[in-house]
């Protein structure tokens, strides 16, 4: 029997339904609405670079536009409905999915400890322990509460301090957790003293229901994937697990496979659910709202995806000469529809008085009419709120 075909347009319109950025950005953005959007998008990354806002904000933003960073930070450092750990990178993570990272937190225990033991001989267990019973006695701390001693050199943990190693260590092991950052900083407690009791005593998935939840879910929330895809998701699996997990699933039924239509016209062969063809067909058109993400966003993280779904090329210092065009790693991408239409460097001024955009570079094929240039102009006031800027300034040469 042939493969199911998914054509680029269904294929771009069933992955950003799944990535929460087909229906026009509005809708409710705190408390239980929140959670369902994380919850959605299975995890938002968290940055430290804030030139216009955090990662997590404006990934959030993105999605709905009436939320502020004050509700994640209640509904992550209060309501505990979300936690802070890893996924490809530092991530805010729905509480409900906290019992699957109790196999990260024990690959991470066994593969850390081998590393640093190497790096600090004797020493590891007794500043692991210090370290544990300092939080123990003192509640939530941070790495600057150890400010006086001395990194070492070579390391491989980026000259940190001893005790900021067992910081990080005894958190991506699960036995701290994040309770909640000052700025930027992360304090970190007892695992016991921030993830609710329901959720700490819950009885822990053996390891093959924690990979069928990985990559079950994985593919809810990219609409179809090839098993290198679905392990690089929650990073939780191992490509050899996702292998198996694909292999076992088509000879079940439970997925087929499916000839996915790329930028570039060739066909990338993957799994989906059985009626992810008819689902994307059902799709509705989006509008033509422009809006910016973060570029970290969850339907961007994937460069490679992102270029061969989108043929949209986003690297770090693109120069292209015949162009002269060089692009930053947060010059922004600006999404109309289903198609990136180009990227926009803008930054919050000192004070953040204003936020000053530098320049728009549209993709080619792209034209910028008064209409879409509006358009742009009206995303642009409207992400200055969300960066506190009470202006806007423009380079006189800023459409490029």
């Not at 670079?49 to 536009?65: C, F, G, K, M």
């Not at 076992?248 to 239509?261: F, I, K, N, P, Y």
């Not at 240039?373 to 800027?389: F, H, S, T």
Request: charged share 30%; aromatic share 10%; proline share 6%.
């Amino acid at each position: 029997m042939s493969r199911p075909t998914l054509p680029n347009a269904f294929a771009r319109k069933l992955f950003l339904d799944r990535h929460a950025l087909l229906e026009p950005p509005a809708g409710p953005a705190k408390g239980a609405a929140l959670a369902a959007l994380i919850d959605r998008l299975g995890f938002v990354q968290v940055d430290s670079v804030n030139t216009l806002a955090r990662a997590h904000d404006l990934i959030l933003w993105s999605r709905r536009p009436s939320y502020r960073p004050a509700s994640l930070r209640w509904l992550n450092d209060r309501a505990r409905v979300t936690f802070e750990h890893w996924t490809h990178d530092a991530a805010i993570v729905p509480m409900a999915f906290y019992p699957h990272w109790r196999l990260r937190f024990a690959r991470d225990r066994a593969r850390l400890h081998g590393r640093w033991k190497n790096w600090h001989g004797d020493r590891f267990h007794g500043e692991l322990d210090r370290v544990l019973a300092h939080v123990a006695d003192h509640g939530p701390v941070s790495s600057a509460d150890f400010r006086g001693e001395r990194a070492e050199k070579s390391t491989g943990w980026w000259d940190w301090h001893p005790s900021k190693t067992a910081l990080e260590y005894l958190w991506r092991s699960g036995d701290l957790a994040v309770t909640r950052r000052d700025g930027f900083r992360k304090l970190y407690d007892l695992a016991g003293r921030v993830v609710p009791p329901e959720v700490l005593n819950a009885k822990q998935p053996d390891l093959a229901e924690t990979i069928d939840w990985a990559c079950s879910t994985a593919l809810d929330r990219l609409g179809f994937a090839t098993s290198g895809e679905l392990a690089a998701f929650w990073d939780l699996v191992t490509p050899a697990e996702a292998r198996a997990w694909v292999a076992d699933a088509l000879r079940a039924g439970r997925v087929v496979e499916v000839d996915v239509g790329c930028a570039d016209g060739s066909i990338r062969r993957s799994v989906a659910w059985p009626d992810a063809v008819e689902a994307a067909a059902a799709l509705p058109e989006p509008g033509a709202r422009l809006r910016v993400l973060s570029p970290f966003d969850p339907a961007l993280r994937d460069r490679k995806r992102a270029e061969r779904l989108f043929g949209f090329r986003y690297r770090i210092e693109i120069f292209v000469p015949d162009a002269q065009r060089r692009y930053g790693y947060y010059v922004f991408p600006v999404l109309e529809g289903t198609r990136l239409a180009g990227r926009i460097d803008m930054a919050a001024g000192q004070g953040r008085t204003c936020l000053k955009v530098r320049a728009f570079w549209p993709e080619p094929g792209v034209r910028m009419g008064s209409g879409r240039r509006q358009r742009l102009v009206d995303e642009i006031e409207r992400v200055a709120v969300l960066a506190g800027c009470g202006d806007v300034t423009f380079e006189p040469d800023w459409m490029r």
